[in-house]
């Protein structure tokens, strides 16, 4: 019997504060309508006109061109060099650390690093390049610009897995 007329009690508490607030709305205060002032910035933005990149400018197709001739022989030279190394580091596979065929696998990988030289100091110009244009906002060529970093960057991580892989085979490592 307790419950239910604390249960009624809470009840006729709630309605009285409901229709308190429904009261209060009725006497005059603000509305939350939207107001003819708040209608005069839905208007769209003026269009922005961005003018596409043009050609490249012919002071840098030589230097892409030269990054590129770069960045082929030194991909060649790798693979040339990747083929000597990895049968070193095969026989080095089982070997201790510090033991001769370790030392000589070692060595072959750091050739191996060696070769990456033209294609990794290729890739730092054009990067700072690529940066250079667009902070001056030279934006003329600066779709062939990314499209011979991107292709130089694959290249560089393409190596680098070869790089791991190879480095991973040695006990130490």
């Known amino acids: 019997m307790k419950r239910t007329l604390v249960s009624l009690a809470l009840t006729l508490a709630a309605s009285l504060s409901l229709s ?23 208007v769209a933005p003026p269009p922005v006109i961005v003018q596409p990149p043009g050609p490249l400018p012919a002071d840098l197709g030589g230097r892409l061109a030269r ?7 030194a991909q060649q030279a790798f693979a040339a060099e990747r083929n000597v190394t990895a049968p070193l580091v095969a026989a080095a596979a089982g070997a201790a650390v510090a033991s001769e065929r370790w ?11 060696a070769t990456r030289a033209p294609l990794t100091a290729a890739l730092a110009d054009i990067d700072r390049l690529y940066l250079e244009r ?3 906002e030279a934006i003329d060529g ?8 991107d292709r130089l960057a694959d290249m560089v991580s393409t190596q680098d897995a070869v790089l791991e892989a190879l480095s991973g ?3 130490g490592q």
């Open 142 to 149: 600066l779709p062939e610009i990314y499209a011979l970093r």
């Open 169 to 171: 085979q040695l006990p």
């Open 20 to 42: 308190a607030c429904a009261a209060a709305q009725n006497t005059g205060a603000p509305s939350l309508a939207k107001r003819p002032v708040e209608g005069r910035f839905d």
């Open 134 to 136: 667009s902070v001056d």
């Open 67 to 73: 990054w590129e001739a770069d960045a082929a022989a």
């Open 103 to 113: 030392v000589v696998a070692q060595q072959a990988i750091s050739r191996l690093v």
